[in-house]
């Protein structure tokens, strides 16, 4: 597996900004300490929103404040370092996702506004959306079914009743551009997806599977191509749960396409042309700017595509 003459560039999500001086998450004083020193910054995630303010660059921020008393209720992660100040992620839960509530004015979910946010905020929003993911549904342990609690400032969870230590999961997945010999480019239109969402294939890597060997094997199953010549072009984390999206080119063999019925409904061929009018003319929508989907599209485009902003394809 090789790496692409251009791997993609500025992809949302990925700077790296915070020192998380892991070394410290051991200290069982450490968030105590913390959320008693005003000079703390809090990033307060309610549900999978956090407070966020827009300057007049365009870009957007993810505001924080100082410990408030009640943040001790709550799951409370350390985040790590910047620039000499200290940050802490304060997870609440927000309203169940079936409930129709209005979201708090001032405050914004990753998908819509990842793609905006600078480079700090992306990294405290990532790392605390990701780690409130996983704490929601690892309150047990897998091992016994005992309750399990946080330890190693949020970090990881501990069965309290056989005392095994359970790690964050973050699940690799594939995202590949199969380009034929012509030169186009292959989209499809997943079960899940908007009526007209197409992007590029994706799947998760399975246990004793190579990356290169994902990207093959997914290809072959859900569009019955088989490619070659996998080049890496970069990743991205997505905590929508808990994946790191790991990005690719690949060469097909061939161009007929055989749809795995129950997870693709649509997929084609296309040229920079077919797209760019199909993009215009709102017959296919591409997938929205947070995403690795659309640099790998662009990627291939060689250049952005001018579409209206999506922040979900389903």
Known sequence: MARAE?????????????????????????????????ATRVVHLCGDRVPVESGGDGVVRVVTRPPVASDAE????????????????????????????????????????????DDLGAALFAATLALANWHRVHGFCPRC??????????????????????????????????????????LARGRGFRTRGMSVLAGFVEPGETLAGAVAREVAEEVGVEVDDVRYLGDQPWPFPSSLMVGFTAHARGTDLRLQEDEIAAARWFTREELAAAVADG?????????????????WYGGPIEAPEVTSMR
């Open 74 to 117: 709550h799951l409370v992660v350390y985040l790590g370092e910047h620039e000499g100040a200290q940050y802490v992620g304060v997870v609440e839960d927000g309203p169940d996702a079936t409930d129709e509530v209005e979201p708090d004015p001032g405050t914004a979910t990753l998908r819509e506004v990842g793609a905006h946010v």
């Open 145 to 186: 079914g005992s309750p399990t609690r946080p330890v190693q400032a949020g970090w990881v969870r501990r069965c309290q009743a056989d005392g095994s230590e359970h790690y964050p999961r973050t699940d690799a997945a594939v995202i590949m551009a199969v380009v034929d010999d012509e030169d186009r480019l292959l």
């Open 6 to 38: 251009r791997t993609l560039p500025d992809v949302a999500l990925t700077r790296r900004t915070l020192d998380r001086h892991a070394e410290r998450r051991g200290d069982p004083d450490l968030t105590p300490r913390l959320l008693a020193d005003p």
């Open 283 to 299: 017959s296919v929508a591409v997938p929205g700017r947070v995403s690795i989907a659309r640099r790998i599209v662009e990627h």
